[in-house]
Each structure stands twice: as structure tokens, then as C-alpha cells.
């Protein structure tokens, strides 16, 4: 097995399919994915515009919530924002989710249309992320978000954990992004909360009050839970 990191969406190879390929958006779309199927969500529905998700949880028949995010707020309208915390079994087992995000549902579909299927990665489910990985048995793509077009700190160090997971080290990592990627996550994990706070998607986390996200996203193996997106519509469902 081989690894390879991409830093932004934009640079991802033309063909993927005969890959493992794994997203990450760890503030906060990915993970708050994870919490979601951990909370009982049947399913999420991932779109890339705030309005279809609208549209599609309106017409829906059957238990649902809508989430998203505007400038890390809640839209109007919407049930939940785009926080990891919001999902309880209480509420939402057996529920549809139908979700966008400004970085981490376009990721997610652009990486579908380049022919593969997207495994949900973040921090609070690594370890089940990494036995996912080993059980494929094939080369790895660790997908980042990025912030607007932008690399993500926090990302990088969600693919370095991942890596850190598999153990894997030296002619095991494709190119000088995957070394940076496990480089970071070995630094942050003194203090990952810090370490994401300083990240200027965390900053922006702060600003929008919503510091306990940075907090949740930090969780190391939190969740026994793997995700993953395919089809048409565009939807991610537990596989473990």
C-alpha cells in the first residue's frame, strides 16, 4: 500500500477509481458526517448548493433534516448548521440528512465524478478510517477540502493522522505533501485543539462562536464509524 496526499480538490489525477480515496473537511463537514451516522442517521444526501438541499429535503417523504452552513452559520430555514455536536440518537436515528457545505460536499462530489466512491475521514474516526484502508488492500488518495480554494492546516493534519494510523512511513508516502501531512499531525498531537485553533479554518470556527466544534473535531478515535459517498443522489452511508 501507498499513500498519497492532495492538499486542494483541484488537484486530484483525472482517473481515481483504482484507488482508496478518502476526504477530508475535519472543520467541519467530514466530521460532523461521522458524528452524524454514529448519532443513527440512516443516510446524508450531499449537495453542492444550499438551495438543492433544500429542495430535495422538501420533497422528501419520511423523517429528515436539512444542515448546512453560510459563513459557518446555519442558513434560514435550516434545521441544523454544520456542527458535529447537533446530531443526537434522540433526535435523528433513522433520519435522512440532506447537507451542504461551503468545502466539504463540493470535495466530496468532485471526487465521485472523477470515478470513485469518497470515504468519510476525519480525526474522530481514524483508527476505523485506517482498518477500512487495510482491508481494500489498494493505494491510497487522502483527499484535503481546503478553506475557499485555499490548503487547510487542519486537513493536512487529518490525512497525517490517518497515516499515523497505518503505520506507514518512508517509500510508503507518495510525495512531499504526504510527508508534510504526517509531519503535522506528529506536531499537533501535543495539543490538537491548539493546534486546530490556530488553523485559519478554526479561526473561523471561533469567530462564528463555535469554539466547541474545534473541541469535537479533536476527539482522536472517538467513533468506531466509516462513511462513504457514492451514487446518484449523492449519498454517504455507514459501511462499518
Known amino acids: 500500500m ?8 483541484r488537484d486530484l489525477p483525472a482517473d481515481v477509481s483504482e484507488r482508496s480515496v478518502v476526504v477530508f473537511d475535519v472543520l467541519r463537514a467530514t466530521t460532523t458526517m461521522t458524528a452524524a451516522l454514529a448519532a443513527g442517521v440512516a443516510e446524508i444526501r450531499v449537495f453542492e448548493t444550499l438551495d438543492d438541499a433544500a429542495r430535495a429535503a422538501k420533497s422528501f417523504q419520511g423523517p429528515r433534516v436539512l444542515c448546512g452552513e453560510h459563513r459557518c452559520l446555519p442558513p434560514p430555514g435550516f434545521d441544523l448548521g454544520n456542527s458535529p455536536g447537533g446530531f443526537g440518537r434522540d433526535q435523528h436515528t433513522g ?11 463540493r470535495a466530496i462530489a468532485a471526487i465521485v465524478r472523477n470515478g470513485s466512491s469518497a470515504i468519510i475521514g476525519s480525526m474522530v474516526n481514524r483508527g476505523s478510517v485506517a482498518r477500512r484502508l487495510e482491508q481494500l488492500g489498494r493505494d491510497v488518495l487522502l483527499v ?22 497505518l503505520n506507514i512511513s518512508g517509500n510508503g508516502l507518495i510525495g512531499d505533501a504526504s510527508r508534510l501531512a504526517v509531519a503535522s499531525f506528529h506536531e499537533a498531537r501535543r495539543d490538537l485543539v491548539a493546534a486546530l485553533s490556530d488553523a485559519q479554518g478554526g479561526r473561523n470556527v471561533i469567530a462564528a462562536g463555535l469554539p466547541e466544534d474545534i473541541d469535537f473535531a479533536a476527539r482522536l478515535d472517538e467513533f468506531d464509524v466509516v462513511g462513504v459517498a457514492s451514487g446518484e443522489p449523492l449519498t454517504v452511508r455507514r459501511i462499518a
Request: with cysteine.
Open 2 to 9: 501507498r499513500v498519497e496526499v492532495i492538499l486542494l480538490p
Open 95 to 105: 433520519a435522512t440528512a440532506f447537507m451542504c457545505t461551503t468545502n466539504g460536499t
Open 144 to 165: 484535503c477540502a481546503g478553506t475557499d480554494g485555499a490548503i487547510s492546516l487542519e486537513d493536512a493534519i487529518g490525512a497525517g493522522s490517518v497515516i499515523d494510523a
